[in-house]
């Protein structure tokens, strides 16, 4: 049975704030026994750095109301009797229909998210000023079927080095999974839609050099035992898991930024709401001066040129997405085959 409401204080750029947190006893990841209190908690421990990170971003609310083995959605509107310094932006979607999403700024407003059931935080890429181009451009490592984290590592090391020769520097966090998520600070000049090429051409020159370790294909039955360089989060709209935010996964993994000298021995297991908390104490944020350096994606996108001009063209596009110019056939390989 959940406990009764109780406050927590929040420091923040404006002061301390006394957030409630109602049935605080709530159970939200049962293997570990940990509670709604302790997620608010572990949001007070490491605000600063999880706003620094997310803030001034739209942000759709993954929630869990009875915990992660339970029923779920995602929140993007701000919902009535926010507090007054919840605040909200106007994006637009894919189906070019607009509408106000949430902005956290400050440590209070991720734990009034919690509050509200919140386990996992999905920030845009932009920011609140600019939501139509992007200042960060993100690369998804995703291990398929037979493969694992360790083999992201190598793929995401040749990535860095990937972009380096495109002029931009690389960061890198787990995923809270199995996976590693690849950032780089980039000026917001361009579009989305020229973000994802930008992506695309990183992608097929990373594949180019690892062709039996990494794949762009976009059909599971042609990937292999690959790791798979997802292009399409950086669509309009598509998010992953910000950097410092909980999982919803058993033991209670964060999305957690590392440094490169630290990546080839990180085990993503050992970063949890339990551990974070003290790692940002003792060893500082590796994402602290993330922005300070933006590069432009133009080396990339004469990349993507030279690709087309090569005979490669657009890659496919979620399914939910309205038909896009150039885009193959959303057809499974093995489907069009049987057509045939």
């Known amino acids: 049975m959940a406990g009764k409401a109780t406050t927590l204080t929040v420091p923040g750029p404006h002061g301390e704030r006394e957030m409630r947190i109602s049935s605080p006893d709530r159970v939200l990841w049962p293997d570990m026994g940990l509670t709604k209190l302790d997620l608010a908690q572990y949001l007070v421990e490491v605000g600063g750095a999880f706003i620094s990170a997310n803030g001034d971003r739209p942000v759709s609310l993954q929630r869990f109301p009875e915990g992660i083995e339970g029923e779920q959605f995602f929140s993007k509107n701000p919902p009535k009797g926010a507090p007054d310094f919840i605040r909200a932006v106007t994006v637009t979607y894919p189906s070019a ?24 935080f999905h920030p845009w890429p932009s920011r609140a000023e600019n939501t139509d181009n992007p200042d960060q451009l993100r690369i998804d490592l995703d291990p398929q079927p037979g493969t694992d984290f360790d083999d992201a590592v190598p793929a995401a090391v040749e990535l860095r080095s990937v972009l380096a020769e495109a002029g931009l520097e690389a960061f890198i966090k787990t995923s809270g999974n199995r996976g590693l998520h690849v950032y780089a600070p980039i000026t917001p000049d361009h579009e989305f839609l020229d973000v994802r090429h930008a992506v695309i051409a990183a992608a097929r020159e990373l594949e180019r050099r690892m062709p039996e370790r990494v794949t762009t294909a976009w059909w599971k ?22 950097a410092y935010s909980p999982r919803a996964l058993p033991h209670a993994p964060v999305s957690a930024p590392l440094t490169w000298d630290e990546l080839e021995g990180a085990d993503p297991r050992d970063f949890t709401i339990l551990t974070v908390p003290e790692r940002l104490r003792t060893s500082g944020d590796p994402w602290a001066d993330m922005g300070s350096n933006p590069g432009s994606i133009g080396v990339l996108l004469q990349w993507w040129q030279r690709d087309l001009d090569n005979g490669l063209g657009e890659m496919p596009f979620p399914p939910d997405y309205p038909k896009m110019p150039g885009e193959p056939m959303r057809v499974q390989p093995s489907r069009a085959r049987k057509k045939d």
């Open 97 to 120: 229909r607009a509408h106000p999403q949430l902005i956290l700024d400050e440590p209070a407003a991720a734990v009034w998210a919690v509050q509200m059931n919140t386990v996992v």
């Open 221 to 242: 039955e042609e990937r292999g035992e690959r790791i798979f360089v997802d292009f399409n989060q950086a669509n309009r709209d598509r998010t992953i898991a910000g």
